[in-house]
Nanobody, 121 residues
């Protein structure tokens, strides 16, 4: 089963930055679309961003456009999410997942433990 491990979360003040990492275990990440999701307390998991497998096209939720940047380093088998100008509403547990394309709703990887992002003064 495809497994991804998230890291890089933490506590940051509003306006600060964090870079999350999503590392693949046991498979080559570059052949898959990788999406970042987040879940705030009491809310459903929502899609934040996605990078496609072959073309590396990117997509963003309206709430993060202009502030977050997704990228992939195939040599390191890792996808990153650079988060700038963080807001308290960005707080949540962030997960990454593999899909065949960014348009697909079928998640191929198992959900990991995620990485906690807390934006607070």
């Amino acid at each position: 089963q495809l497994q991804l491990v998230e890291s890089g979360g933490g506590l940051v003040q509003p306006g600060g930055s964090l870079r999350l990492s999503c590392a693949a275990s046991g498979f080559t990440l570059e052949y898959y679309a990788i999406g970042w999701f987040r879940q705030a307390p009491g809310k459903e998991r929502e899609g934040v961003s996605c990078v496609s497998g072959r073309s590396s096209n990117t997509k963003y939720a309206d709430s993060v456009k202009g502030r977050f940047t997704i990228s992939r380093d195939n040599a390191k088998n890792t996808v990153y999410l650079q988060m700038n100008s963080l807001k308290p509403e960005d707080t949540g547990v962030y997960y990454c997942a593999a899909r065949l394309s960014c348009a697909s709703t079928v998640v191929l990887s198992s959900w990991g433990q995620g990485t906690q992002v807390t934006v607070s003064s």
